[in-house]
């Protein structure tokens, strides 16, 4: 079983919908808890991090994590089509390690 | 500008022939690190460095070597290239307790035949 596991879609939706995207974990000791945006041919950019439980909002993002059920969350609201990625998330509980999930594409379409 | 370069961008090349993709940061990071990334399976770390002079081992290291003789550096040496090794490369640099903000450089895509 991977530490991190993360559907990988790919999601199409219609500009303007919420968009949920989801992983799990399976490590209890993982305390940092990310998502990071990786656009078409470039490398992956740092989204939100959360540390511990709870949720995070920036923009028409939200970010929340549940560890009773190990389940991470990215909500984004009134998606555009520049939202279209593929999005990956990540946990850390270690010094500098992350293991992320396989990633999942989405296209938000006008 | 703030940013993680690697060289080449792309590369073609034959099974056994040696080859170093090169990862510079302009930052002053003290963490580099090296991942590859393939369908279905995500970004998997290859080698970490928390220093100069101070690398180890990821989760998928074999048939790779790094080196860190620079703060800025961190090339990716595959010394006898095999098919199995055809994937995207990633180097990315933080700063030591913030791991949780990795910068990437934009990645080299290898094919070896």
């Known amino acids: 079983q991977k530490e991190v596991e993360q559907d990988p879609g790919p999601l199409s939706v219609p500009e303007g919908a919420i968009v949920s995207l989801n992983c799990t974990y399976s490590?209890?000791?993982?305390?940092?808890f990310m998502w990071y945006r990786q656009y078409s041919r470039k490398g992956p950019e740092l989204l939100m991090y959360?540390?511990?439980?709870g949720n995070k909002e920036d923009g028409r993002f939200t970010a929340q994590v549940d560890k009773s059920s190990k389940y991470i969350s990215l909500f984004i609201r009134d998606s555009q089509p520049s939202d279209s990625a593929t999005y990956l998330c990540?946990?850390?509980?270690?010094?500098?390690?992350?293991?992320f999930g396989a990633g999942t594409r989405l296209a938000v379409h006008p | 500008e703030a940013q993680v370069t690697q060289n080449p961008r792309y590369l073609i090349t034959v099974t056994g022939k040696k080859l170093t993709v090169t990862c510079s940061q302009n930052m002053n990071h003290e963490y580099m690190s090296w991942y590859r990334q393939d369908p279905g399976l995500g970004l998997r770390q290859i080698y970490y460095?928390?220093?100069?002079?101070?690398?180890d081992k990821g989760d998928v290291p074999e048939g790779y070597k790094v080196s860190r003789k620079e703060k800025r550096n961190f090339p990716l040496i595959l010394e006898s290239p095999s098919p199995n090794q055809t994937s995207l490369y990633f180097c990315a640099s933080s700063i030591p307790g913030q791991s949780y903000e990795q910068y990437f450089g934009p990645g080299t895509r290898l094919t070896v035949t």
């Open positions: 990540a946990s850390s509980g270690g010094y500098n390690k992350l293991i």
């Open positions: 490590n209890s000791a993982f305390q940092y």
């Open positions: 959360t540390y511990s439980s």
């Open positions: 460095s928390m220093n100069v002079e101070v690398t």
